[in-house]
């Protein structure tokens, strides 16, 4: 195992498993323990085949056929036992709803847990303080809790494997296209009260690949991208050339300095012992077009460029241009992770 190239601690996912970080040693080629790891990132299932095939016969790309994309998170009951609608494909609520379905509605807690905050005098109303639980609200009211106004805004998660040529902003001055394009299937199965707007956190240049997280959680999205969170991420890179062996320690040692300072990696290792131009990459860095501009300095070109993971969340079964909403579960770790 390579050293790290800093000494600052770094959070590891014991959920999740990635590529077996650790410096090539041809003496040990047939190793078959680290062969068969570093292989598992990157290699295809066995159905794959089958999927792609499926792509090419259906009308939409955006709309996840019947191979692709979890059935129950896109076309769920409307609400479960607690009342909660983390995803709904038609949320059908009044002018005037109960002020603990509009605090379950607003993603504060479940009907349930609303009438103890609201009995704990946690919720104002239009400045006043409510406590009675039957207590009934109009959707243009102010509704309060603990000093923050909430919204009925729905927060939905949804994950992308960007294809290339497509740029990550909502709209381009170039009329180039975006990634948005791709998601009209997502905006036709979500109807709710308020129409989301959706957008890319984080940035993968025009010619990047893989995953995208896409949400309308601006809370979620800042602290994502906040240098301060060191969100793990993962790339495999195809270089125009075999990365020599000194150039790969030197990666390893944090060794490359680049114009905005020291070039810092996790790790990196060779997730294919028979092709060296092959890379796997782990960073916490949010710099812009940070791997690219590393290899760039060691006169080698990325030719491919496909982020495998980040937060946790990783493309396996999701076949290229295609998106599916994240799971309940997900969500969850998404958060914790942070």
């Known amino acids: 195992m390579q050293k790290k190239s800093s000494d600052r601690p770094f959070k590891k996912d014991t959920k999740t498993s990635s590529i077996p970080y650790k410096k090539w040693d041809k003496k040990k080629e047939k190793n078959p323990v680290l062969v068969a790891a570093a292989k598992k990132m990157f290699e295809r299932t066995a159905s794959?085949?089958?999927?792609?095939?499926?792509?090419?016969?259906?009308?939409?790309?955006?709309?996840?056929?019947?191979?692709?994309?979890?059935?129950?998170?896109?076309?769920?009951?409307?609400?479960?036992?607690?009342?909660?609608?983390?995803?709904?494909?038609?949320?059908?609520?009044?002018?005037?709803?109960?002020?603990?379905?509009?605090?379950?509605?607003?993603?504060?807690?479940s009907r349930r847990a609303a009438d103890e905050l609201i009995k704990e005098?946690?919720?104002?109303?239009?400045?006043?303080?409510?406590?009675?639980?039957?207590?009934?609200?109009?959707v243009k009211d102010k509704v309060e809790f603990d000093g923050k106004v909430l919204s009925l805004e729905k927060k939905y998660y949804l994950l992308l494997n960007k294809p290339k040529d497509y740029i990550t902003t909502l709209k381009d001055e170039k009329d180039r296209k975006t990634v948005m394009e791709l998601l009209r299937g997502a905006f036709e199965q979500i109807k709710s009260i308020q129409k989301p707007?959706?957008?890319?956190?984080?940035?993968?240049?025009?010619?990047?690949?893989?995953?995208?997280?896409?949400?309308?959680?601006?809370?979620?999205?800042?602290?994502?991208?906040?240098?301060?969170?060191?969100?793990?991420?993962?790339?495999?890179?195809?270089?125009?050339?075999?990365?020599?062996?000194?150039?790969?320690?030197?990666?390893?040692?944090?060794?490359?300095?680049?114009?905005?300072?020291?070039?810092?990696?996790?790790?990196?290792?060779?997730?294919?012992?028979?092709n060296l131009a092959e890379v796997g990459v782990q960073i916490h860095t949010g710099k812009n077009r940070f791997i690219r501009r590393l290899f760039e300095a060691m006169d080698?070109?990325?030719?491919?460029?496909?982020?495998?993971?980040?937060?946790?969340?990783?493309?396996?079964?999701?076949?290229?241009?295609?998106?599916?909403?994240?799971s309940q579960e997900e969500v969850r770790l998404l958060k914790h992770f942070i």
């Open 48 to 109: 794959d085949d089958a999927k792609k095939a499926a792509l090419k016969t259906s009308p939409d790309k955006a709309k996840p056929s019947k191979y692709f994309g979890n059935k129950k998170h896109i076309n769920p009951t409307e609400e479960n036992e607690d009342g909660e609608l983390i995803y709904s494909e038609t949320e059908k609520i009044s002018d005037e709803l109960r002020l603990n379905k509009y605090l379950a509605h607003a993603g504060v807690a």
């Open 300 to 326: 080698y070109e990325v030719e491919k460029l496909d982020r495998v993971f980040f937060a946790g969340l990783t493309k396996k079964d999701l076949p290229r241009g295609r998106w599916r909403f994240l």
């Open 197 to 274: 707007r959706l957008y890319p956190v984080g940035r993968l240049d025009r010619n990047t690949t893989g995953v995208l997280l896409i949400t309308n959680d601006g809370e979620l999205a800042q602290k994502l991208t906040h240098p301060s969170t060191e969100v793990r991420k993962v790339y495999h890179v195809v270089l125009n050339k075999k990365l020599r062996k000194d150039d790969f320690n030197k990666i390893a040692e944090g060794g490359v300095v680049l114009e905005d300072g020291i070039a810092e990696v996790d790790e990196i290792a060779y997730p294919n012992p028979k």
């Open 121 to 138: 005098g946690r919720v104002k109303v239009n400045g006043d303080v409510v406590k009675e639980m039957g207590h009934k609200v109009k």
